[in-house]
């Protein structure tokens, strides 16, 4: 079953503004990493956070890490229309747990950005 | 190649039939996953190879379901007597070593069982 929670599950905003999206976890993990989906298509890799960092940048985007509260956000800052997709949270899992090997995708949260 | 591919694109079958779903990895990436995503919903575990070897088939929902990689390259997700909760989208997706590397995913198959 899915381990990762987003929030919120839908958010839309106007082009310019910023976008913020959540995601919580339950057991420890070695990596956490963002994907964007756009309609009908596969999940594109945007950013990797380790568990021993805390923020992240990769041009518009900013991921934080909070390991101590199970949860990370990913910021997208001065959003165009072409922002409009999903994008799902993945854990990463260390060994020993049962979901070692193996990214754990959350829900999503579907971004629509306006024009 | 230059990405993950997968084939069919589409599939529709009769509920019954067996399918049978290919997926092609990046060249030299060791790990290949197999997804299932409901409408609205995030990818779901299926499979995972690290070159031939099935490490870990936990996620597949029945015995109707069966992946291969035999040459550790390509690898094909079966799935016999198809029923119609077996609609959904299947994704591949490979990684040069394991998941810790990120994911390339393919665009998926979308199967509909009628």
């Known amino acids: 079953s899915q381990q990762g929670e987003e929030d919120p599950q839908a958010l839309s905003i106007q082009e310019g503004e910023n976008a913020t999206m959540n995601c919580s976890y339950k057991t420890s993990i070695n990596n956490l990493q963002w994907y964007r989906q756009n309609s009908g298509r596969g999940l594109v890799h945007l950013i990797l956070i380790r568990s021993n960092e805390r923020e992240k940048h990769s041009g518009r985007l900013r991921v934080t890490l909070d390991t101590s509260k199970k949860s990370s956000s990913l910021l997208i800052t001065a959003s165009r229309a072409a922002d409009t997709a999903s994008y799902f949270c993945?854990?990463?899992?260390?060994?020993?747990?049962?979901?070692?090997?193996?990214?754990?995708f959350g829900q999503g949260t579907t971004l629509q950005v306006k024009p | 190649g230059a990405g993950v591919s997968q084939s069919p694109r589409y599939k529709v079958a009769k509920r019954g039939q067996d399918v049978a779903l290919r997926c092609d990895p990046i060249s030299g990436h060791v790990s290949l996953f197999w997804y299932q995503q409901a409408l609205g919903q995030g990818p779901e575990f299926l499979t995972y190879f690290q070159n031939e070897a099935q490490l870990d088939k936990s996620g597949l929902p029945s015995d109707r379901f069966f992946a291969e990689r035999p040459e550790g390259s390509v690898s094909t997700l079966k799935i016999q007597r198809t029923q119609q909760e077996d609609s959904a989208v299947y994704l591949c997706?490979?990684?040069?070593?394991?998941?810790?590397?990120?994911?390339?995913f393919g665009s998926g198959t979308r199967l509909t069982v009628v």
């Open positions: 993945a854990t990463d899992h260390l060994p020993g747990s049962s979901n070692t090997g193996k990214l754990i």
């Open positions: 997706a490979s990684s040069f070593r394991d998941s810790s590397y990120g994911y390339t």
